[in-house]
């Protein structure tokens, strides 16, 4: 029987500290990073599909769609120059994201935030400007970029700032700042394709800027996090850092962790090498499987091309556009839900009841759309109630996602990691999550064309499969300070037999190979 939950030995230890409104503010700014991330997810589908952009620089794929008289709704919009456009971003934060794990080390994590909202805003700018394709290019490259630096800093700024009884609601913040993100473009969209003359998508495009400017402040203004300091060898600094963030003043034990943390991190030379010893096969598998894991879930495809597929099921523009804010206004109040209940109900509860939840809806959905565009994709005249009942349930599997997977594939890899592999962990993490995410918006579009309404079972069967892994290989991590971590792996039925420890449970800092 796996073993279920966490068993902390005699190294678990309560570090004193409060929920200051010095660390809250903190984390709110810090937690904007996640708003231009969330910004171009939501833009970018929206903008593909208006024609004004579509004429000045995919003409071909104007020209297609508009002359596209074919019966099969499956693939009426199956492109590639234009899925290229929304994905290319990925493979760009992808590359970046290795760049920003040594930034984030040598530099600390307020560095990479910086540098995350300049190239953001760069990008913004060229796009909204721009007047060839080679600008648009560029523009995404530069976005990609500055998400790469992003991600893999902001969710680590969150899990070492937060007390750790409240890390998994602080560190979701970075999560509800993405869904806003999608939300205010889905909104955007909205608006400005029915802006006279068609140049709305350049607000669109442009727009990104604001995001790209707040986290740019931000990180001027965010303090760098104690961990960071230490790794940077400030420890006097730390000190009065870690008290002003936890509201006490007997900070000790946690500052004696943290240089632990950080004594064994010096010793390892070369973080990218270190992460494929044995001791560390928990924390890679991890990194590997839960970002790859969110993506399966299928949830870009809603985020993605909700307007695309709300189209398909026979709305008019902008009921489909107005699906797509429903379900991103779903998307923000689930995660709201999760932040509640994070630190109370654990991360196990919400990983298993989001996965049942995805893979009933998804099987309707499944069975919904089977039942009408059959395998032909030619459903005839859809009756509204039908166009509903397919949006409820995508806004019930969507809920699922934003409470469960969508938070915690950010939140369990940055809280997991010692100190001495934790960036180039992060690093895996967001590549992994970019990689996937590159692929599903690239091939989503021709899988539906040939898997049909089948596409959704493809999906739904990876749910099944993630919650089982979660069920037996995923220990719960609520409540156990993030520099004690080892614990949870110590006492893990599977896991154990990887790490090291010594008689009582704690990590055997000083020993690296
Ligand atoms: C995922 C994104 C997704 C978003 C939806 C994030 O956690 O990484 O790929 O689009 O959630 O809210």
């Given amino acids: 029987m796996p073993a279920v939950g966490i068993v902390i030995g005699d190294g678990n230890r309560e570090y004193p500290g409060k929920l200051t409104l010095y660390v809250t503010m903190t984390c709110i700014v810090a937690a904007m990073g996640g708003l231009i991330f969330g910004y171009d997810i939501g833009i970018s589908g929206g903008v593909t599909t208006m024609e004004s952009f579509q004429k000045e620089f995919f003409p071909s794929v104007y020209e297609k769609q508009k002359n596209d008289h074919e019966s099969n709704k499956y693939c009426k919009f199956d492109s590639i120059p234009l899925t290229l456009f929304t994905s290319s971003l990925y493979l760009a934060a992808l590359c970046s994201c290795v760049v920003a794990s040594y930034v984030t ?98 607000l669109s495009l442009g727009g990104a800027v604001v995001p790209a400017l707040i986290i740019t402040v931000g990180s001027l203004i965010l303090p760098d996090t104690p961990n960071s300091m230490i790794e940077r060898g400030r420890f006097k600094q730390a000190e009065t850092k870690l008290r002003k963030i936890r509201g006490v003043d007997n900070v000790e034990d946690e500052m004696d962790d943290l240089i632990a943390a950080s004594e064994a991190s010096k010793l390892v030379e070369h973080p990218w090498r270190n992460l494929l010893q044995r001791k560390y096969r928990p924390h890679l598998t991890m990194a590997i499987l839960i970002p790859s894991f969110q993506q399966l879930t299928g949830i870009n495809v809603i985020m993605f091309y909700a307007p695309v597929l709300f189209q398909t099921i026979g709305f008019g523009n902008d009921a489909a556009l107005m699906s797509a804010v429903v379900t991103g206004l779903v998307n923000v109040g689930a995660t709201v839900v999760s932040i509640y209940g994070v630190d109370k109900w654990g991360r196990r509860f919400l990983f298993l009841e989001g996965g049942l939840q995805m893979l009933i809806s998804q099987v309707a959905v499944a069975a919904a759309i089977g039942a009408k565009f059959g ?24 809920a699922a996602f934003a409470w469960s997977w969508g938070p915690l594939g950010w939140l ?27 692929i599903i918006a690239q091939v989503f579009l021709m899988m539906l064309c040939h898997m049909k309404f089948g596409l959704f079972i493809f999906f739904a069967f990876f749910v099944a499969v993630m919650s089982v892994f979660i069920y037996v290989f995923l220990p719960e991590t609520r409540g156990v300070p993030i520099e004690e971590m080892n614990q949870v792996w110590r006492s893990h039925w599977y896991w154990s037999r990887f790490v090291d420890g010594d008689e009582n449970g704690r990590v055997e800092m000083g020993k690296v190979h």
């Fill in 375 to 398: 395998v032909d994709g030619n459903p005839g005249v859809l009756p509204k109630w039908y166009a509903i009942v397919v949006v409820l349930l995508i806004c019930i599997y969507v």
């Fill in 412 to 438: 369990v890899p940055s809280e997991i990691f010692p100190l001495e592999i934790r960036s180039a962990a992060q690093s895996v993490t967001v590549s992994m999550n970019m990689i996937f995410t590159f």
């Fill in 105 to 202: 080390r040598a530099f600390g994590r307020k560095l990479s935030m910086l540098l995350g909202g300049v190239l953001f805003c760069a990008g913004a700018l060229l796009n909204g400007f721009a007047t060839a394709v080679w600008m648009l290019i560029v523009g995404r490259l530069l976005l990609g970029f500055g998400i790469g630096f992003t991600n893999q800093s902001v969710p680590l700024y969150l899990s070492e700032m937060a007390p750790y009884k409240y890390r998994g609601a602080l560190n979701i913040g970075f999560q509800l700042s993405i869904t806003i993100g999608i939300l205010v473009a889905s909104v955007l969209n909205f608006f400005f394709s029915k802006i006279p003359g068609g140049w709305g998508w350049r």
